[in-house]
């Protein structure tokens, strides 16, 4: 059962454009979403983060952007740079205030900048 | 401020042995949790721990199990190994109630 779901296995974008990363998940206690973004032989480092409270978080280059109703988020790179191109994880969890560290990850989407 | 550090990076074991796979914690973080990551998959939850004592589990037999140490790092133990255990296991700290995880660079385990 695949609660958080990254449809989107790959994306290509130019330089300087915008970039959309999908996610969509089902369980509809989550209540806090996180994106990740991964190098190769490196770790998943936290992007942004969004609480099911808000509809949006922006930080710098990077928006979330959270519907409820329709149980889906995105993550927004304006612009889209080079350094950008990586494996980007949603994340979820239903924790509240507990947080035993439980995130639920989606598949995963290679996005690739192109100069 | 050091990073989370695991150690090995990479591993081969044969089906049926035990493996042990290490993590410092991010310096300031009380809570240490593990993840399994196969291939084109996203990381799964395996379980965190907190003041020594496991705090939430995933959907994982028995057979994995872990320790805290007083110092916060930590070890994961897994038992009897399978075939399909080959995996990345990602280690993450942060401070309890806190989102902000750090994950080190991964185990790479492979069982033949």
């Known amino acids: 059962d695949q609660q958080v779901k990254q449809n989107s296995p790959s994306l290509s974008v130019q330089e300087g454009r915008i970039s959309i990363l999908n996610c969509d998940y089902t369980?509809?206690?989550?209540?806090?979403f996180l994106w990740y973004k991964k190098y190769p032989a490196e770790g998943p480092t936290f992007l942004i983060s969004i609480s099911s409270i808000k509809d949006k978080n922006e930080d710098g280059r990077f928006t979330v952007f959270l519907n409820k109703s329709a149980k889906h988020l995105s993550l927004h790179i304006v612009p889209s740079q080079p350094g950008d191109s990586a494996v980007y994880f949603c994340?979820?969890?239903?924790?509240?205030?507990?947080?035993?560290?439980?995130?639920?990850f989606g598949q995963g989407t290679t996005l690739q900048v192109k100069p | 401020e050091t990073g989370v550090t695991q150690s090995p990076t990479h591993l081969i074991k044969t089906r049926g042995q035990q493996v042990t796979l290490r993590c410092s914690s991010q310096s300031g973080h009380n809570t240490v949790s593990w993840y399994q990551q196969a291939l084109g998959q996203g990381p799964q939850f395996i379980f965190q721990?907190?003041?020594?004592?496991?705090?939430g589990r995933g959907n994982f037999p028995p057979r994995f199990s872990g320790l805290q140490f007083p110092n916060y790092s930590s070890e994961l133990n897994v038992n009897a190994l399978e075939l399909d255990d080959s995996a990345l296991y990602l280690c993450a700290s942060s401070l309890v109630g806190n989102y902000g995880y750090t994950f080190g660079s991964g185990t790479r385990l492979t069982v033949v």
């Open positions: 721990y907190y003041r020594e004592e496991e705090n």
């Open positions: 369980n509809s206690m989550f209540d806090y």
């Open positions: 994340a979820a969890s239903a924790e509240g205030s507990s947080n035993t560290g439980k995130l639920i």
